[in-house]
C-alpha cells in the first residue's frame, strides 16, 4: 500500500480544496446547490481519488485513479472559468487559482507517467 500523503500532487491537491472554498463563500447564495456545490465536490474529488488510488495493489488501478483525478482537475478549472465568466471571481483571484490548477494538473500527469512506467 502506498502513503498517498507523500505525493506532492495529494498535498497541493488539498490546497486546490482550501481555496476553493474560501473563493465559493462569496459566490451568490442562489448558487449554493449549484455550481458552488459542483466546484466544490469536484476539487474535493482530486484529492480523494489519489488517496484511494494510492491504496489500490496494482499500477494499472491507481493509474486509472489518477485520471480520474486529474479529470476532476480540468472539472474545476472549466468550472472557475464559468465562474470568473459570470463575474464571480475576480481577476485577482482566477489568475493565481488557474496557475494553481495548472501545477497540480501536470503534477497528477506526471505521476500518471511514472506509474505507467512502472508496468
Excluded at 473563493?23 to 456545490?37: H, R
Excluded at 491504496?55 to 472557475?80: C, K, Y
Amino acid at each position: 500500500m502506498r502513503n498517498f500523503r507523500k505525493y506532492d500532487a495529494w498535498q497541493n491537491a488539498l490546497q486546490v480544496v482550501e481555496t476553493i472554498y474560501r473563493l465559493t463563500k462569496c459566490f451568490p447564495e442562489d448558487e449554493k446547490y449549484g455550481l458552488t456545490n459542483q466546484v466544490r465536490r469536484a476539487a474535493v474529488s482530486i484529492a480523494s481519488n489519489i488517496a484511494e488510488g494510492a491504496s489500490r495493489e496494482s499500477e494499472v488501478d491507481f493509474a486509472r485513479f489518477l485520471e480520474i483525478s486529474l479529470g476532476s482537475a480540468f472539472e474545476v478549472e472549466t468550472q472557475i472559468f464559468i465562474a470568473n465568466q459570470l463575474g464571480y471571481v475576480t481577476a485577482e483571484n482566477y489568475e493565481p487559482l488557474l496557475n494553481q490548477l495548472t501545477i497540480l494538473q501536470k503534477q497528477i500527469n506526471s505521476l500518471i507517467s511514472k506509474i505507467r512506467q512502472k508496468r
